[in-house]
């Protein structure tokens, strides 16, 4: 418990610094790092000169397309279509395709259950990642049916056919 309040306690901290430094906005920081926030040092962006960052984001900039491409297969219900469509677009439609209040299809592929984070790709095209704590492990089972209801205050929660178990989710495209 007394962990758990001074984590917290650090967690509203760095959040306040964090939003303190992007309200500020240093014209010193690179647009990079002002993008990054944290994950910059972590990178090791922190040891760059100037002109390297700058370097860096032109060519972030002139291969935007490309660096979205490295996106897995896995991660996208199907590569020509994703190349096809604006990603703004694909998500938006998916979110429209989500309003409803429930929603009824297979796992695409095989299940083994899920953790914090885990993304789920539905045989719709619909992928949901899980954003709670919760946990399932399950034998390997082929293409298991699931439901996903809206509960309240707009969560949506996901339910494996057999299983007394549920996981609260997020639309992921």
């Known amino acids: 418990m007394r962990h758990a309040l001074i984590r917290s306690a650090v967690g509203v901290m760095l959040a306040a610094l964090a939003f303190a430094a992007t309200a500020d906005a240093d014209p010193a920081k690179s647009r990079l790092e002002q993008l990054m926030g944290p994950k910059f040092r972590e990178a090791g962006l922190d040891r760059a000169t100037p002109a390297e960052i700058a ?32 990603v703004h677009k694909r998500r938006a439609e998916k979110v429209a395709e989500a309003s409803d209040e429930r929603v009824s299809s297979r796992i695409a592929g095989t299940f083994n259950g899920w953790r914090p984070g885990t993304t789920l790709t539905l045989e ?11 946990s399932l492990v399950t034998r390997a089972l082929d293409r298991p049916a699931v439901t996903i209801e809206r509960g309240s205050f707009g969560q949506w ?13 997020k639309p992921a495209n």
């Open 55 to 86: 370097v860096l984001e032109r060519f972030m900039i002139e291969h935007a397309d490309d660096l979205r491409a490295l996106t897995p297969a896995s991660d996208i219900p199907s590569a020509t279509a994703a190349a096809a469509e604006p």
């Open 124 to 134: 719709n095209g619909q992928q949901w990642r899980v954003s709670d704590e919760s």
């Open 157 to 169: 929660w996901l339910r494996v056919e057999g299983y007394n178990s549920a996981a609260r989710v």
